[in-house]
T-cell receptor, first 108, second 115 residues
């Protein structure tokens, strides 16, 4: 069975500071990892996926298979980054296994 | 193009009743998944439908069921409602189910309150 762990429920940083949201997973096969974000009063939406190796809104995430991690990073946080962030794993089909989520607050 | 649409947005039901929630996926998307979101349990997978067939099922009791129609629209049903079924129910649609990196698009959810 697959499992996703986000150890921090709450994370607070100041504007301009670096931010890292941690995500660890357990899965015996070759997983697909995603980060989804939910801004206040908006629907859950994709932020980035490991397979694309992209940078979205300044965020990046690298899949580390040795450490089974997929941490989300941004060098300089902005106030508009305040949101709920979910790490998700897709093992088969369209089924996503989500972590518990991290509420990020960026203070002015 | 229109996003994933869920109806109704809010529902209040009494214990013991049943409820049906509806999801219209993005046009052309064939895969529909359902999730239950609660403060205590987070986002939990309910089931996945593709081409009118259930392909995956989460760890929920048989009171939770669903179906998908030929136009990919999906419904989920909860019978004999319990207080613990109060949650936000999210529907997600994807273009396909086995293509790596396929994005899931979420609806705004149906907020179900059981009293």
């Amino acid at each position: 069975a697959q499992r996703v762990t986000q150890p921090e429920k709450l994370l607070s940083v100041f504007k301009g500071a670096p931010v890292e949201l941690k995500c660890n997973y357990s899965y015996s096969g070759s997983p697909e990892l995603f980060w989804y974000v939910q801004y206040s009063r908006q629907r859950l939406q994709l932020l980035l996926r490991h397979i694309s190796r992209e940078s979205i809104k300044g965020f990046t995430a690298d899949l580390n298979k040795g450490e089974t991690s997929f941490h989300l990073k941004k060098p300089f946080a902005q106030e508009e980054d305040s949101a709920m962030y979910y790490c998700a794993l897709k093992a088969s089909g369209s089924r996503l296994t989500f972590g518990e989520g991290t509420q990020l607050t960026v203070n002015p | 193009k229109a996003g994933v649409t869920q109806t109704p947005r809010y529902l209040i039901k009494t214990r013991g009743q049943q409820v049906t929630l509806s999801c219209s996926p993005i046009s052309g998307h064939r895969s529909v998944s359902w999730y239950q979101q609660t403060p205590g349990q987070g986002l939990q997978f309910l089931f996945e439908y593709f081409s009118e067939t259930q392909r995956n099922k989460g760890n929920f009791p048989g009171r939770f069921s669903g179906r998908q129609f030929s136009n990919s629209r999906s419904e989920m049903n909860v019978s004999t409602l319990e207080l613990g079924d109060s949650a936000l129910y999210l529907c997600a649609s994807s273009l396909d189910r086995d293509i790596r990196g396929t994005e899931a698009f979420f609806g705004q959810g149906t907020r179900l309150t059981v009293v």
